[in-house]
């Protein structure tokens, strides 16, 4: 019975906005790093195997270098938002009203009130960057969804002769010539792998996962601005609690001021 009533205690602790926004948070940033990293690998090895992309020198910055720097990133983004997503969670405990069951009346702080605010900040930072971040994750979704319909419709556009070069994109200098057209073997070979088909599908699976991390923070968003109006309540509850007992106390010592001199008179 006793391990019983302790879940139930603990199911309303719960701040159940912020575990929601939590786990879509992670499910987001797991979709977009995972399929990220390896629509980024099925990248490199279109690249290599049908435009003839060959890496530059250690000292260069080529295309494939900027690959493995954008796998580092997302390996960066993953781990520092798995901690932010568990910070998040336990300022979202020490918000919740109901913590006060378990613990008693909490004394609102100066430095708990500058944390919620910084949380609200720091979030609205990080929704403006996976804005950002959907805007550039669809460039590629744009590029390969155009090169996924040519592979479609191969025999609407067998008499024309259709280029896709590198240097449109700049993937590489305007002295290299990389591009496949149409009427190429090594195009019907792209066409019938099965990279170009998981490539495309893994980056519509990225933007998707950092569609979920954006619609994760306006609900952070949401989540904070209210604990926020809840401290600021609590704060102003708490002022006006310390002065009523104040004043209480003032009465108090008044009217046994009064009780004593009355009792002194008489006797």
């Known amino acids: 019975m006793g391990c019983f009533e302790c879940c139930v205690k603990c199911l309303g602790v719960l701040p159940y906005a912020s575990l929601f926004a939590t786990i879509l948070l992670y499910a987001g940033v797991a979709l977009f790093c995972g399929c990220g990293h390896e629509a980024l690998s099925g990248t490199v090895t279109i690249l290599q195997n049908y435009f003839e992309v060959v890496r530059a020198p250690v000292e260069t910055l080529d295309v494939l270098t900027m690959i493995d720097i954008l796998k580092y990133v997302i390996y960066g983004v993953a781990a520092a938002f798995f901690v932010y997503g568990i910070l998040l969670m336990v300022e979202g405990f020490f918000t919740t009203g109901a913590i006060r069951d378990l613990y008693g009346d909490f004394k609102i702080t100066a430095c708990g009130r500058c944390v919620s605010a910084w949380f609200i900040m720091l979030t609205y930072i990080f929704f403006l ?103 600021k309540d609590a704060c102003r509850m708490q002022k006006y609690e310390d002065i009523k007992s104040k004043e209480e106390q003032e009465l108090h010592d008044i009217h046994s001021t009064r009780s004593k001199e009355r009792l002194n008179a008489y006797t």
């Open 129 to 231: 960057a996976w804005l950002g971040v959907t805007a550039f994750t669809s460039l590629p979704v744009f590029m390969y969804f155009n090169i996924w319909t040519i592979c479609q419709n191969t025999t609407v556009v067998e008499g024309a002769n259709l280029c896709l070069d590198l240097r449109q994109f700049g993937m590489v200098t305007i002295g290299e010539e990389r591009k496949v057209c149409t009427g190429s073997e090594k195009f019907f070979k792209m066409c019938e792998s099965n990279e170009l088909d998981m490539t495309f599908h893994l980056f519509v699976c990225a933007l998707a996962g950092a569609g979920a991390a954006v619609i994760a923070m306006v609900h952070y968003l949401m989540v904070l601005s209210a604990n926020w109006a809840y401290v």
